[in-house]
């Protein structure tokens, strides 16, 4: 199962999540095989998403948010939220109706950035179980993963201490690496998106290794690339 956490700044959030992507059978049963995922996207100057559960719809609802809400810069965070969820609960029906005998089917996602409207940042949750409600996170910190006790009370213990985005990201990485389950990576991807006042939305993307060390680190503006046929 994927770990995911997340973390309000006041510029924007922190989005972390282990890079382990295992292959299950259609009732969830995992054989043995995994790649490497990022897990977390950007469909909007000001969103970002992360997902567990359900991978390969999952990334195609993000795909198509980013090519459907992504080319309009104006849109408002409230409006893009409504497609965010209309475009899950969408897929995921699709989808179930296709392989009516696939029963692994749970699906989650954190959607969060920086409101420019509100001047704040935000959080939110959606869930298949929940049949894909918007749930706004009023807490700074939120988390899923195989032992949500274990995440809280590391995020708890550890959070005080962080005094820069960065050190939110190491936290995040340590907590993840400490996880004992073997569907769990120790490798971790950060999404960092924030708003600056005279640079606009930005995104900054970490890769830590199984140590902790980061691996790449790369800051860059959204944009979207249109292919002439």
């Known amino acids: 199962m994927t770990v995911l956490m997340g973390f309000k700044t006041e510029d924007g959030v922190v989005f972390t999540a282990d890079m382990k992507r295992n292959d299950v059978t259609a009732h969830g049963e995992n054989i043995g095989t995994f790649n490497k995922a990022e897990k977390i996207y950007q469909i909007h100057p000001h969103m970002i998403i992360a997902i567990a559960g359900l991978a390969s719809v999952g ?8 090519s459907a809400i992504g080319v309009n810069e104006d849109m408002s965070v409230s409006e893009s939220l409504n497609y965010v ?19 692994y089917l749970p699906l989650v996602a954190f959607i969060g950035g920086y409101d420019l409207e509100n001047l704040e940042p935000y959080m939110y949750t959606i869930s298949s179980e929940d049949n894909f409600n918007l ?8 988390c899923i993963g195989p032992n949500n006790d274990f995440l809280n009370n590391q995020a708890l213990l550890k959070l005080p201490n962080c005094n820069t ?7 995040f990485s340590e907590i993840i690496r ?30 830590l290794n199984e140590n902790g060390r980061l691996v790449e ?13």
Do not use: W
């Open 85 to 103: 969820q209309e475009t899950f609960q969408y897929t995921y029906d699709l989808f179930k109706r296709v392989n009516p005998h696939v029963s």
């Open 135 to 142: 749930t706004k996170q009023m807490s700074k910190f939120i």
């Open 165 to 171: 985005v960065t050190d939110i990201v190491n936290t």
């Open 59 to 66: 990334e195609a609802t993000t795909a198509i948010l980013k």
């Open 217 to 229: 680190e790369f800051i860059c503006s959204f944009k979207l690339h249109f292919a002439n046929n």
């Open 178 to 207: 400490d996880v004992d389950a073997e569907d769990v990576s120790k490798e971790t991807f950060s999404k960092v998106s924030f708003y600056l006042r005279d640079e606009g939305y930005k995104v900054s993307n970490l890769y």
